[in-house]
């Protein structure tokens, strides 16, 4: 089931790479491989939060989660699979243009972070999704350090969300 | 003068828009080409449009600078992944392009291969902030790169889409990312563009990055009907399907409207250039260029 991890490794041995602070905010350079020992965790946890997480928010367990950003609805219901909010096709009334029976998944998640207050995450501009990670857990990959934190208790306008807002690998350019 | 140094002297710039041939034959892309010779300082190359197979968009620019005509590429995400990406870019770069234009690009479920597989490896937003990458002399593996290419980027932008606010936010995280100009979706309703353009000034993105509104010339009612069902995100006003059904000779009319539109977007605060997207009406380009009273500096 799940791939091989151990590849990374071969670009973090290059002397000649170096990360620059634009870089480093758009791809996941340098993370920790997923080793064998870690990858029967891996399939536990994943399996726990498959229990939680599908049901609630149809996660397509893309291993990187960025829920706490997108106001609780999973992006990757979205049929391009984008990270950083809607195409351009949404239809009159919010429908999807690939599927015109469905609401465009990122309609939805403005609208409920309008709700819960959590408008300003979404100027975060979230990386090239690893897709090293793709069916492996998520928790497991944020208490490893190898994903972004997750902003779950994060509000609008805190001090917090305007130093990740433009602390971005956007704001450096 | 390249593009770049025309929007930073502060011109008034005027952008089309080609469509390569579903064939190899660079003959039909060069008498294409000829209607805009003159009349635009730039000329989009459209990349697999609709998720139809045409002539590759570099390959076709690059036929286009033979002819004198200083191309923007289009780079789309449906069909390349992020090692398909960095190696055209460089391919374009060492070939004399300088303009890309960055889009996540139309789903294969549009075009005449729908069983294709989409790639979406990254969005727009992350294609604009991996060309200011490599921009900045890094590959995304984060190697050094002996020559960096120097890409004029651009990205689009669709004021007509719902939810309307939520496209700012997008508009301001692309210019984040590194666009430095803008081409909108076609403009009908006038009223809404306005609008968001007002906001677009509050907010100061219009001093970042141009902004250029896209005209579509239209040729009949029948087009207009297509274009509403078929083109997602696209706003057209109930008026403009009377003037078409009314007008004796439909073909005038759509000239008409193009030239009024221009004509009134110029006028609109931050607009610092028109898109027209002709389609395959190539012809058309020159009449309207020179109707609404657009110059083209050489």
Known sequence: ?173 | MTLQEKFESNQFVVCGEITPPQSCDGNVLRDRSRHFKGFVDALNVTDNQRAIVRLSSISSATILLDEGIEPIIQMTCRDRNRLAIQSDLLGAAALGIRNVLCLTGDHQTFGDQPEAKGVFDLDSIQLIAAVATMNSGFLLSGSEMKKPPEFFIGAAANPFAEPFKMRLIRLHKKIAAGARFIQTQAVFDLGIFARWMERVVEMGLHEKAAMLPGVMPVRSVKTLLWMKEKLPGMRIPAEFFSRMSQARDPEEEGITIAVEMIRALKNIRGVRGIHIMPSLWESVTPRIVKEAGLHVAH
């Open chain 1, 1 to 173: 089931m799940l791939p091989p991890h151990g590849q990374s490794s071969i670009r973090n041995a290059s002397a000649k790479s170096r990360i620059t602070p634009l870089l480093e905010n758009l791809v996941a350079l340098n993370i920790r491989p997923i080793t064998v020992r870690e990858r029967k965790l891996s399939h536990i946890l994943l399996f726990l939060e498959d229990i939680i997480k599908v049901p609630l928010f149809r996660c397509q367990r893309c291993g990187e989660c960025i829920l706490s950003s997108t106001a609780f609805i999973c992006s990757q219901n979205c049929p391009k699979r984008l990270r950083n909010g809607p195409c351009g096709g949404t239809g009159e009334g919010g429908s999807c243009e690939v599927f015109p029976d469905r609401k465009c998944v990122w309609y939805r998640i403005y609208f409920r972070s309008r709700l819960l207050h959590r408008v300003s995450l979404l100027y975060k501009v979230n990386s090239i999704h690893n897709w090293n990670l793709e069916k492996t857990s998520a928790w497991l990959n944020l208490f490893r350090g190898r994903i972004q934190g997750s902003m779950l208790f994060l509000r609008n306008d805190t001090q917090k969300v305007k130093d990740i807002i433009s602390d971005d690998a956007a704001g450096k350019i």
